[in-house]
């Protein structure tokens, strides 16, 4: 019933930007917490940012100042905004939602490198 779905991976130069996408339904989107989720190979999932149904953000310290988490509760998606990429920032990213998160999109692929 709950589906998650992003869109928006892809391949970017250092200093890029990128923007996804993470289409929700099932769920009651206005009253949800929404977050971004990455994990790169080798290394632990990592909350990157997180957007609560006030509209309040919370950021990693790794993109504080590069990305931006955003949701349009009338089209019940939420976006990430990913400027200045770094090749670190290179992961599977995965929206999800609720406090803690209960539900997970299927994720998808952001590479930076020249």
């Known amino acids: 019933q709950v589906q998650l779905v992003e869109s928006g991976g892809g391949l970017v130069q250092p200093g890029g930007s990128l923007r996804l996408s993470c289409a929700a339904s099932g769920i009651i989107f206005r009253l949800s917490t929404m977050g971004w989720y990455r994990q790169a190979p080798g290394k632990q999932r990592e909350l990157v940012a997180t957007i609560f149904s006030g509209g309040s953000t919370d950021y990693a ?54």
């Open 61 to 114: 310290d790794s993109v504080k100042g590069r990305f931006t988490i955003s949701r349009d509760n009338a089209k019940n998606t939420v976006y990430l905004q990913m400027n200045s990429l770094k090749p670190e920032d290179t992961a599977v990213y995965y929206c999800n939602t609720g406090n803690p998160p209960t539900y997970w999109g299927q994720g998808t692929q952001d590479t930076v490198s020249s």
